[in-house]
């Protein structure tokens, strides 16, 4: 087992942007702003050169990594790398879990999410934000049943057995942010940009993180040396996509209740014919059914239910099967 | 001195969300999106419950803290946490060196800045996103003259002598965010509710990040056990407000090339106007104008400039002078 409350001995941590380019917009407003009462107002020019289409890398470097490969975590839809931090009830995440697992972090935040910045629309994305109501990320994340009813917290019931950490559900809501369906291509980018810098990698991707990541293993095999789909939301490789990607160990994760949402539904069996696909090619592929293996309960979020740390070891427990994590000292 | 590349012996870390609440949309458009090429699309009802004015909160907790309270970071306007994590050429930024010299941090996304995330305009925020320009931030950070010249990078000049990283001004603009003007208040809220939640603290604040800073302490003087004022961009407080921060140990950072912009001419008057005042009041104050004590060539952004470590080792030995840090074990 991990090394409990012993100090994680770290040595560096930081973050970088990288990816995109700049592009100059053109406009003739000023926008005038006093950024503290009583001072002289500043005046801005909307017009000028802006970066765009860059991420936001946060690493947590190990003294004494278990793996010569650090791991990169990959948000999924509407998410920030917050999500892999702490649990919404205040646990620590899959992040901490991995480090004390013995591997490097990086904690990447996608291109337009959280602190990787975005860009004005419709001048430089061509596109209105989305934002994810309270309602649709209960059913979305597959907490409990759709329905306005989850506007009213006394009201909410979750799935049967649920594991997600129902009562900081509005906390957890207060980590959504928007996103935008135009900007596909600059994350992908960003992304392909980060494995070529940084990488090789062992990758773990969450929901519509896992279809930026089946792209970039596949474009990059020798980049990735393992990758993680935890709920994925999709396969968007072709034919020679996908025999690119039989060069790289795949576990795909999957949790509770897929049937009440069809969205899940539909990905859960896009997944399953990914496997096969991956197996007729040769490829080394692992589906972690939870719920098939007797561990029901879990939502779209494994990373925040209540076993989250359990499954965060199969994970690891999956690495150290495929030669790419070190056996704690003291493990069984 | 500091530990030099030993590593750092940490606790937990982790993230949370704070601040804020929750309000209804109304609306009928439905947003249709697919999260990953070949997946079903998601319908997004635009109207429900939404979450707005939270701010998000980092944590990096030592294993044997040398000082009793946590150092908070408040970064400036048009930047998030990031600012503080490593400087854009790449070295590790002051939350590593408050890390070595023995400070829990606490590194801070304003409201609607970073990883915080943000709410749709104008339903919620009764206004419109301001970005910033390269050439603009090149003058207010105070790196070289105003000029479209900017935008060239073959033509950039920076201030004679200056300490920013020039070479990788293109890089920090990436971390560069929108900001609204109309939410000062929900900002305040959150950063006070932090100090209520998780005070007494010391408290790092920069430039618009300071104004917040000085309001919140004067609100709550006996939750911030010092108030350090990196480059501060005004003071909104009133007179009542200054009696109630004098209460407050306050040390004001200022960098080089004032004169360069009236906006921080005016800043740097107003800063020494609350010296004097404070010291009036009877309170403790100390201003370390790095020119006037042969520290020539910074920028507005300290904690990145190439002498970052050294500055930050000054508030530090402020700290311990003041007795709210302890010596390292090996220092002179």
Redesign the interface.
């Known amino acids: 087992m991990a090394q409990g409350?012993a100090?994680?001995?770290?040595?560096?941590?930081?973050?970088?942007?990288?990816g995109?380019a700049?592009m100059?917009?053109s406009g003739t407003q000023q926008?005038q702003?006093?950024?503290?009462?009583?001072?002289?107002p500043?005046n801005?020019?909307?017009?000028?050169?802006?970066?765009y289409g860059?991420m936001?890398v946060?690493f947590?470097r190990?003294?004494r990594p278990r793996s010569p490969h650090p791991l990169f975590l990959w948000h999924g839809?509407g998410l920030?790398?917050?999500c892999w931090?702490?649990t919404p009830d205040?646990r620590?995440?899959w992040?901490?879990r991995f480090?004390r697992r013995g591997l490097d972090v990086f904690n990447c935040?996608a291109v337009e999410r959280?602190?990787a910045?975005?860009?004005?629309f419709p001048q430089i994305y061509p596109g209105e934000?989305?934002?994810?109501?309270?309602?649709?990320a209960w059913a979305?994340y597959r907490i409990g049943e759709a329905g306005?009813y989850?506007?009213q917290p006394q009201l909410r019931r979750v799935h049967a057995g649920s594991r997600f950490p129902a009562a900081a559900f509005?906390?957890f809501?207060?980590?959504?942010?928007?996103r935008w369906?135009c900007n596909?291509s600059l994350i992908q980018a960003a992304y392909d940009a980060l494995l070529a810098r940084e990488g090789p990698c062992l990758l773990v991707a969450h929901?519509?993180g896992?279809?930026f990541a089946l792209r970039a293993a596949s474009a990059a095999p020798d980049r990735v040396k393992a990758l993680v789909l935890v709920e994925?939301?999709?396969?968007?490789l072709d034919d020679a996509q996908m025999r690119a990607l039989a060069a790289v160990p795949v576990l795909i994760v999957w949790g509770d209740f897929i049937a009440s949402v069809?969205?899940w539904a539909?990905?859960f069996r896009?997944a399953q014919e990914l496997a096969q696909a991956l197996e007729r090619l040769g490829g080394d592929v692992c589906v972690l059914d939870l719920p098939a293996r007797g561990i029901t309960g879990n939502s779209h979020l494994p990373m925040m239910d209540t076993n989250s740390d359990a499954v965060a070891d199969m994970v690891c427990d999956w690495f150290i099967r495929k030669g790419l994590l070190e056996q704690e000292r003291g493990d069984a």
């Open positions: 409350d100090p994680l001995q770290v040595r560096t941590l930081g973050s970088f942007h990288l995109g700049f100059h917009v926008v702003m006093t950024p503290v009462a009583g001072a002289l500043i801005l020019d909307a017009a000028g050169v802006f970066p860059q936001y946060q947590t190990l003294h839809g920030t790398g917050a931090e702490s205040g620590p995440g992040q901490t480090l935040d959280g602190r910045g975005w860009s004005r934000p989305v934002f994810m109501p309270q309602h649709a979305l306005a989850v506007e509005d906390a809501t207060r980590q959504i942010v928007p369906t596909d929901s519509q896992a279809g994925p939301g999709g396969n968007p069809p969205f539909q990905a896009q």
